[in-house]
């Protein structure tokens, strides 16, 4: 059990040969953020998810909110992702047209390239605007992985950090994850990331760089061997936003057409 005690105090002069008597008050319990607001005293800054505290804190709100309904955080966590991706999706959907439109500008790309591989400068120039007559942002297609990442670095504080997921199963096979906190000890969860990670990037169009169609590719991999030791919560929520990832980009390739 880990035991945190730490007390500040403002500097009090104390005449020599007199007495000063201090009143102090101690909290003595779970490190839970619904208990330390009802403690009062400003406890629950106690609960510190460091540099995303601003960010960690409404969705582990969030995540209590949907637990105190359905009572399972291994549920709470898919419907966070739900919602998240349903928020995300006009930029998903953005994207998706950017990295359209780059694919059909390809032939005036290369013809670029090819006449100014000598002159990096004019052909950066040249490429830029391209990109600015067809309005297209080459980097659009990293839009909604980008605002991944603040997510990814809270629910991974907050699965370290919140008593709440400590030591709470999920049982949706059995007892196959005993520990959200912990690691998949089968590691499971993180290979099904890793595929279905895979097949959204095969269905994701890409622009026409082979070196990031490669990096691309190749992400997948690295993270999945990343992710076999993280919090089997935080798999989850990945897993699940591939797996949603994967239908949103069916969707918009049936019916969006650029």
């Not at 400003?42 to 209590?64: C, E, Q, R, T, V």
């Not at 199963?169 to 000890?185: M, N």
């Not at 989850?236 to 019916?255: E, K, P, T």
Request: hydrophobic content about 45%; some cysteine; aromatic content about 14%.
């Amino acid at each position: 059990m880990d035991v945190d005690l730490s007390y500040g105090l403002s500097e009090i002069a104390i005449p020599a040969g007199s007495k000063q008597s201090l009143d102090m008050l101690f909290y003595i319990g779970p490190k839970e953020l619904k208990t330390l607001k009802l403690a009062g005293y400003d406890l629950n800054k106690a609960l510190d998810f460091g540099f995303f505290d601003f960010f960690a804190k409404p969705m582990l709100i969030s995540l209590n909110w949907i637990n105190s309904y359905i009572h399972s955080y291994g549920w709470s966590i898919i419907i966070l992702t739900v919602t998240i991706k349903l928020l995300l999706y006009p930029l998903s959907l953005k994207s998706f047209k950017s990295m359209k439109e780059l694919q059909k500008i390809q032939p005036l790309m290369k013809e670029i390239q090819a006449k100014y591989k000598d002159d990096k400068s004019r052909l950066n120039q040249e490429l830029m605007k391209l990109y600015s007559e067809h309005k297209v942002n080459p980097m659009g297609g990293c839009l909604p992985m980008l605002l991944q990442i603040p997510i990814l670095f809270a629910l991974y504080r907050i699965f370290l950090s919140a008593i709440e997921l400590r030591h709470t199963p999920f049982h949706i096979v059995g007892t196959w994850l005993p520990d959200l906190s912990a690691k998949d000890p089968y590691y499971i969860t993180p290979i099904l990331m890793g595929l279905s990670w895979f097949i959204q990037q095969k269905m994701t169009p890409m622009g026409g760089d082979p070196a990031q169609q490669k990096m691309m590719l190749f992400m997948p991999v690295i993270f999945t061997i990343f992710f076999l030791n993280f919090p089997s919560g935080l798999v989850i929520y990945w897993l699940v936003s591939n797996v949603l990832s994967i239908a949103q980009q069916a969707y918009i390739n049936r019916v969006h057409t650029i």
